[in-house]
């Protein structure tokens, strides 16, 4: 008898993953954030243009990676308990709280949970911090990098990442970076967003596919 | 005459490490095999495998040179390991990067991979430890890199991989080929470039 296809297409029926390749960087007063824009569902690219920074308190934003569903649920939480703790305290809230809180959740439900964020932000304390909180460890870095495409860039960071970047060179790291990443790897893509947080504010940019820095082979 | 080129071999990443199991059985094999005078192939997978193969390549190339009277082309090298593999490719698991110098188009890279394909490439990287490197070779490479340029190219990329990859290290190899003849280079691990973190 032969198998009945389905009615439905099978990126129906695949988990929503955000393949993806995310980085932050700090610098001196601040970091730089970034990631691509593919949204993926098996073979099928179900969004090429997502913005997976997500925004967790004015100057703190998180990437997201893994599980699109888990990755966007934790930001949405953790969102809301930080507004709760800032009005608790009084102030704005440290991006190590962010973390931290980040990190409860991945750690709490690890076995249920399959999303990875890099928590990055500017506080008055620390300054410009970057966190990774893979597995539910919470881990502060001088750079931090995720997803399905950071596989192909770990050689790349540890080359080029020196200590004592400006601003402008890591927002250029950023996006060499996530170049690299998004021509290798087959699920991530699209556009590269960045954020740069400093003390005084935040900076969205985007920049189109066609925009990004090219490597020999193109 | 055909402009010299140098062109430094680049070793698949699992350098010099040989693991049966997770037990590291040897720290310093050579994973650049001589299948002729100006042509090394790097091997990855299946060291059995890997190594039966180019034995059966040394002999079939040194067989034909006799027969052409005249060394081999590198792509008649990459097509004997390429027969080889496609044709067991159910029963092998070996993939090779084939290099050298010959007097029609002077320095070639050719990569095989384990079922079979053959192409060629100004550069290519292999072995479990690649996957870390993409970046930085996309990022890094230039054509037309001086001997040195090359040399410094490969073991920045290597040591970044040994870096990252657990199943890599021990002594790096290489091996630079070019018109005049052949050279190894040698570099133990803590003769390696250090980067930011170390």
Known sequence: MLEESSLQPEWLSEEVSTGTTIIAIAFEGGVVIGSDSRVSAGASVVNRVMNKLSPLHDKIYCALSGSAADAQTMAEIVNYQLDVHSIEVGEDPLVRSAATLVKNISYKYKEELSAHLIVAGWDRRAGGQVYVTLDGLLARQPFAIGGSGSSYIYGFVDAEYRQGMTKKDCQEFVVNALALAMNRDGSSGGVAYFVTIDKDGTDEKCILGNKLPTFFDE | ?198
């Not at chain 2, 090298?77 to 029609?104: H, P």
């Open chain 2, 1 to 198: 005459e055909i402009p010299q080129h140098s062109l430094p071999v680049i070793p698949d990443s699992t350098t010099s490490l040989a693991l049966s199991g997770s037990y590291v059985s040897n720290k310093m094999i050579n994973k650049l095999i001589q299948v002729h005078d100006k042509i090394f192939c790097c091997i990855a997978g299946s060291l059995a495998d890997a190594q039966a193969v180019t034995k059966m390549a040394k002999f079939q190339l040194s067989f034909h040179s006799i027969q052409m009277e005249a060394p081999p082309l590198v792509k008649a090298a990459a097509s004997v390991l390429k027969e080889l593999c496609y044709n067991n490719r159910e029963e092998l698991q070996a993939g090779f990067i084939t290099a050298g110098w010959d007097r029609k188009r002077g320095p070639q890279v050719y990569t095989v991979s384990m079922g079979g394909m053959l192409i060629s490439q100004p550069f290519t990287i292999g072995g479990s430890g690649s996957t870390f490197i993409y970046g930085y070779a996309d990022a890094k490479f230039k054509p037309d890199m001086s001997r040195e340029e090359c040399l410094q190219f490969t073991t920045n990329a290597l040591t970044l991989a040994i870096g990252r990859d657990n199943v890599s290290g021990g002594v790096v190899h290489m091996v630079v080929i070019t018109e005049d003849g052949v050279e190894h280079v040698v570099v133990p691990g803590d003769k390696l470039p250090k980067f930011h973190d170390e």
